[in-house]
């Protein structure tokens, strides 16, 4: 199923969504730095020109004072002392001065020509007032005093001027502040409201394009798995999501078919099973025509080839008795290779009980069992702690007996030893039975496991090939597995079994 192209994918819904606040945000956050430098600006003009200037100035007009104080008092009492104030005064002017111009009283400003009109008009006073202080100067007239009081007069309109203007420049100033911290203030506000209107916008934008689709097709999706297999399932939203509801149904269609196949497998399965229900039927049959019908014309043949052998021994020549030997001998290898191969389809075919028994019991029972080629090999059998295991005690016994017999078997000068031993490996006990005999070339460690292989000719050593295979097949009817083991320096053969999973197994 192909999903819309047109579909706009989740990045770029995301993406439209974020450039338009990251727009506002930006006016937004461009207008408050506006807000913020202006008030800046206006701040530090107020705090860091104006004021001062207005401080400069004050102090310019107190020192002005001074000096009209101090000539009226010498004009009047005629002592130089009464001059001081004068002196200070002339030096606090030019100290106010110096500061204004520092401050921006330049020429060709405001404060400038303030500042200029009234060092004039302090200039002017002062060449009036100059006469009048000079030492040894007549004393004051009427109309000199009248004169500078005229003088000073306009000292004092100049600076009243400057004061009045520094004064408006300061309430604009302050104006200005205000305004700049009002417009900050709206700046401040309007990033807050952009904040949770980029959250509503988020919110309701996700939950419209990405949440509801995503709800949609998990209803979907879960009417499939709860009921319907057969309902479809759309996808619908962004690409992403109409992708997935695309890769949904034909997951649902591949299972379809998985199942439709499944259904004809198990019809197949069925259909294999009868068939081989019958064919183990046929395979009961066998075994019991095997071991009975097959058997009873061997045993004739070798009763009767044996009779021949005994009457007529002495009567016939070599050749004669030596076919009747070979009869004699191949009835006999019939009757064993029918009941090994009987051995053998048995395992598993037909299940006994599994029950807990002491490995070390089996051993013995094996050791039993092969007590007489035991005795005339004149080999010793060890054994270390050997576990307890669940197991068909029967089964397991011709698993030791088949693996010790064929280590007394193959022996090579010196007479056989055997250790049987067995180590935890996780869940698992690890069996291995070692001898010194004739050992087993590595390229055959899995032909030897095959039913019918021999190593060796039936003239140097006896048995029908298929102890081995026997052998396998009880080990993996027990969840286990067997095998030669190439790296040991004996020849050595090693199964598993699985371990006892009862309370209290150490």
């Known amino acids: 199923m192909k999903t819309d192209a047109r579909r706009w994918p989740i990045g770029r819904w ?4 974020a450039a338009i606040e990251l727009v506002l945000l930006l006016a937004v956050l461009a207008g408050g730095g506006i807000a913020l430098n202006n008030l800046t600006e206006a701040r530090d003009r107020l705090l860091y020109v104006v004021g001062p200037q207005r401080v400069s100035a004050v102090q310019l ?8 104080s101090g000539v009226r008092g010498y004009q009047l009492g005629r002592r ?24 921006g009283a330049v020429p060709g400003t405001q404060a400038g020509d303030d500042l200029d009109a009234v060092l004039r008009a302090a200039a002017a006073w002062q060449a009036v007032a100059a006469p009048t202080i000079a030492p040894g100067a007549p004393p004051v007239t009427a109309a000199e005093v009248e004169h500078g009081r ?11 001027a400057q004061l009045a203007h520094l004064t408006s420049v300061r309430n604009a100033g302050r104006a200005d502040l205000d305004a700049a911290e009002s417009f900050l203030n709206a700046m401040l506000a309007a990033v807050g409201v952009l904040v949770v209107l980029l959250f509503v916008v988020l919110f309701f934008g996700l939950r419209q394009v990405i949440t509801r689709p995503i709800l949609r097709l998990a209803g979907e999706v879960r009417q499939v798995a709860d009921a319907d297999v057969h309902h479809p399932v759309h996808g619908t939203g962004p690409r992403e999501i109409a992708q997935l509801g695309a890769d949904v149904e034909a997951m649902r269609q591949r299972i379809l078919d998985e199942v439709a196949e499944l259904e004809r497998a198990h019809a197949l399965l069925d259909r294999r099973t009868r068939e081989l229900e019958r064919s183990n039927a046929d395979l009961e049959q066998f075994a019991y025509v095997a071991s009975h019908d097959l058997q009873e014309p061997l045993r004739k043949v070798a009763s009767f080839c044996q009779l021949l052998q005994r009457r007529y021994q002495g009567l016939l020549d070599e050749r004669g008795e030596q076919y009747i030997e070979y009869a004699v001998d191949g009835a006999k290898r019939m009757q064993v290779l029918i009941n090994d191969l009987l051995a053998f389809s048995r395992v598993g075919r037909k299940p006994g009980e599994h029950v807990v028994t002491d490995a070390g019991t089996l051993v013995d029972d094996a050791l039993a069992n092969l007590e007489v080629a035991l005795s005339l090999s004149g080999g010793k059998v060890t054994r270390g702690d050997l576990p307890e295991v669940r197991v068909e005690p029967a089964l397991m016994t011709a698993v030791f007996q088949n693996l010790i017999g064929n280590a007394l078997k193959f022996k090579g000068d010196a007479p056989p030893e055997v250790r049987i031993a067995a180590e935890r490996d996780g869940d698992d006990w690890v069996f291995s039975v070692s001898d010194n005999g004739i050992g087993i070339d590595p390229e055959y460690a899995e032909r030897v496991f095959a039913l019918f292989q021999r190593l060796h000719t039936r003239t140097a050593y006896p048995g029908t090939g298929i102890g ?3 052998c396998r097949r009880i080990v993996e009817y027990h969840g286990g597995r067997i095998w030669l083991d190439t790296e040991a320096a004996d020849t050595t053969f090693r199964f598993t079994l699985p371990a006892r999973k009862d309370k209290g197994d150490a």
């Open 468 to 470: 081995l295979a026997l």
């Open 150 to 160: 005229t003088a000073f007069g306009a000292v004092r309109t100049a600076v009243d």
């Open 61 to 68: 007009s107190a020192a002005l004072a001074n000096q009209e």
């Open 14 to 17: 995301l993406g439209l969504l």
């Open 80 to 103: 130089p002392e009464f001059l001081t104030p004068y002196t200070d005064g002339v030096r606090a002017q030019a100290d106010a001065a110096a500061q204004l111009r520092q401050l």
